[in-house]
């Protein structure tokens, strides 16, 4: 693996990015649209219910940040792979000596710098409009952090490898996929709820483990890590990761064997 | 047993076949590109140019066939036979928000070039579009964006260098200049091209050998005078009319 390459590949994302005023507006506004939402939902809530409950209004704020650092995490693989695609520069990129894992870890790099900055705007507006302070969250929630990004990865590239397959007509995955789990994997209530035959599959995604646990870490009752949430999660991780690997790195060399690349590439 | 690598052939294919669902697209083509040499790729559509053209790219996996690129073997050595090549195509395009000299030093940091300032400010001045160094690429004209494309195709000095119709869309003049610049920076750095046009001026001013293909299958081969006279026809265009609806040179 070559960090030159994968640095440059980084480059010209910030490039885009920064020449690109309305790509920041999208890294910022759906997130600032959730906080507003969740935080008046919050506040209104903790005003007219008794203080037992407020603690809970924690965790619908924890899971909705939470969630979008799997969301930003999936979109900076998915969305990066597009801008290839939309600006008709996928060609040069495979033409060019950059290692599948160059590409993918390139895109992996800027999918922790969306989440960099997205958190970075949420939790000053958190804190100026809901006094909600990140920095008093536990830090025993990173190692959560870093599982549930690392799940976006996997999905993100999943996502990346269906495109592939089905061509721009499949783009709105790129959006779709998360959506596809959030019901599952109990972002805002425990998986206890679900039914019982959708427990099961819910409990085979690291994602239920993450927000099961980070709900362990805010719960006063208990308040810290689960390391069987946090053990089950990272071990998930791990096969979810080489399964996404495999689908794109086996779709990527289908399509090179149906010649659907370059199609794809210059339609 | 294959016999040892002949330094001076730069680019081989071997029986390259490409079927796509049924339908051959390439029929057993087999070439060899020397040291130094403007190869030619002629044909109607569907002739199977572009179809070659991926697949010397890696873009596209032969059906049978090899393909060696500095005597080895091209699909097992890609990532590394690559930093030795370099494309430019009218159909693709650099990220059109981004400024020229933006898009020039990505590629050159994916190539590794060294002093990459000097390269990129060479390059430009060589196809005369310094001025556009700061200019959005989406906002270039098609000729400049096609000079842009050959700026970024020669970032790594290439040994090997694949065009595909670098003139397609370009006023008669710039495709002069286009051209002759290709032909200029060739001969001084002994680049071997792979080149393909549908434009008989370019395959005469800029090629030294052509081959003509037909529905994937090989037509004939040579120099253009050699083909013009053999085919008995007043121009290569006329040959290449004659071929696209005969499949044949011959009356």
Not at chain 1, 105 to 130: D, N, W
Not at chain 1, 185 to 204: D, H, M, R
Request: glycine share 6%; aromatic share 10%; proline share 3%.
């Amino acid at each position: 693996m070559n960090f030159r390459i994968i640095s440059a590949l980084v480059l010209r994302y910030i490039f885009l990015y920064t020449r690109t005023p309305m790509r920041l507006v999208e890294l910022v506004f759906w997130p600032v649209v959730d906080l507003m939402v969740w935080g008046n939902l919050t506040m209104f809530l903790q005003e007219n219910t008794n203080a037992q409950f407020a603690h809970y209004l924690l965790f619908l704020i924890g899971g909705m940040i939470l969630w979008d650092v799997l969301f930003r995490a999936q979109q900076g693989v998915a969305i990066s792979f597009l801008e290839d695609v939309w600006t008709r520069n996928l060609l040069n990129v495979f033409v060019a000596p950059v290692r599948t894992v160059e590409y993918v870890t390139a895109t992996f790099v800027i999918g922790f710098l969306r989440i960099c900055v997205t958190v970075l705007v949420l939790s000053v507006l958190a804190f100026v409009g809901y006094h909600f302070n990140v920095l008093s969250l536990k830090w025993s929630l990173i190692p959560f952090f870093i599982n549930l990004m690392v799940f976006g990865w996997s999905l993100g590239m999943i996502s990346t490898a269906l495109i592939l397959r089905w061509g721009q007509a499949a783009e709105s995955l790129a959006w779709a996929i998360p959506f596809f789990i959030q019901p599952v994997v109990a972002v805002f209530y425990p998986v206890a709820k679900l039914p019982g035959w959708l427990q099961g599959i819910a409990l085979a995604l690291p994602a239920t483990h993450i927000f099961e646990g980070m709900r362990d870490v805010l719960n006063p009752a208990i308040g810290h890590a689960s390391w069987s949430h946090l053990g089950m999660a990272a071990g998930l991780n791990v096969i979810f990761m080489a399964l996404a690997a495999w689908i794109f790195a086996s779709t990527l060399r289908a399509t090179r064997r149906k010649g659907l690349l370059t199609k794809f590439a210059t339609q | 047993m294959s016999s040892p690598a002949n330094p001076e052939i730069i680019l081989e294919a071997r029986d390259l076949s490409r079927e796509f669902d049924g339908v051959v697209a390439l029929d057993r083509f087999s070439f060899k590109l020397k040291r130094g040499e403007v190869l030619g790729l002629l044909g109607a559509n569907g002739a199977g140019k572009t179809t070659s053209m991926n697949m010397l790219l890696g873009l596209t996996t032969p059906t049978s066939g090899s393909i060696q690129a500095f005597g080895r073997d091209f699909f097992k050595n890609r990532v590394e036979l690559l930093r030795r090549m370099n494309f430019s195509s009218a159909y693709t395009s650099l990220p059109g928000n981004l400024l020229v000299w933006q898009n020039l030093l990505v590629f050159a940091k994916i190539y590794g070039v060294p002093d990459h300032k000097k390269k990129i400010a060479e390059l430009l001045e060589l196809f005369e579009i310094s001025d556009l160094r700061k200019r959005v690429t989406g906002q270039l004209s098609a000729g400049e964006s096609t000079r842009l494309n050959l700026c970024k195709a020669l970032l790594n000095d290439p040994e090997l260098l694949l065009l595909d119709e670098p003139t397609a869309s370009l006023d008669p003049d710039i495709a002069d200049k286009v051209r002759k610049t290709i032909r200029r920076v060739q001969s001084e750095r002994q680049i071997s091209i792979l080149y393909t046009s549908h434009n008989m001026r370019d395959i005469e001013e800029v090629c030294d050998r052509v081959i003509f293909l037909h529905k994937g299958k090989v037509v004939t081969e040579g120099t253009t005078a050699d083909i013009v006279a053999k085919s008995q026809q007043s121009s290569l265009e006329d040959v290449f009319i004659k071929i696209a609806r005969s499949g044949d040179i011959e009356e």
